[in-house]
């Protein structure tokens, strides 16, 4: 499954099905630099809307909000994902040597008990197992632009068939080290 963005930023986009378009996810941040950022979910059901002429629209319900603290306020960032508090350096622990976006990898036990890790590149993330086998299960592909067609192709988090059940994860997880990597790419530093 290829989930494609609206905008270049993950932090205020729309991540929509690559096959059907149909909306997935939604994420907004009022500020820009820093404070929280808001992740919603589709819900199953899309409403005709008759201030649209009858065409479906899509609701979204809140699933989850991250907060980053960034370095001078002293404090870990804390995700708050489907009602449950948890502190970044705890959740996503750092694991290997290094500093900034391609130090260490962040690896967690999502809620179906299995252990994964995000692999921190220097221009996209990937998600794999914890294990000896660490099979690919995400990848994100940034924009690219097109030199000779018109347009450009947007961003994509790629989703490996049989992880649905942890979607919702996947995607909070990513806009995270998504809006990480775009903090470390402005010079500030952040307790996460």
């Known amino acids: 499954m290829f989930l494609k963005m609206t905008e270049i930023s ?20 009022p500020k820009l630099l820093g404070g929280t950022t808001h992740v919603s979910c589709a819900i199953e059901s899309p409403l005709t809307s008759p201030e649209h002429g009858g065409a479906e629209t899509t609701q979204f319900a809140h699933l989850a909000s991250i907060d980053f603290h960034e370095y001078h306020i002293k404090k870990p960032s804390v995700i708050t994902f489907r009602g449950n508090e948890r502190v970044v350096n705890e959740w996503l622990k750092k694991e290997g040597a290094g500093r900034g976006w391609w130090g260490p990898h962040r690896p967690f036990t999502a809620e179906d008990g299995k252990d994964y890790k995000w692999l921190l590149k220097a221009n996209h993330v ?67």
């Open 126 to 192: 990937e998600l794999r197992t914890n294990d000896v086998s660490e099979i690919l299960v995400a990848c994100f592909h940034p924009r690219k632009d097109r030199l000779f067609k018109k347009g450009k192709e947007p961003a994509a988090l790629e989703v490996k068939e049989g992880y649905e059940a942890i979607l919702d994860e996947i995607v909070v997880t990513f806009v995270f080290l998504e809006q990480l990597r775009g903090i470390y790419d402005r010079g500030e530093e952040v307790i996460s």
């Open 10 to 29: 993950p932090i205020n986009t729309v991540f929509y099905d690559g096959n059907t378009g149909r909306p997935l996810y939604k994420t907004s941040t």
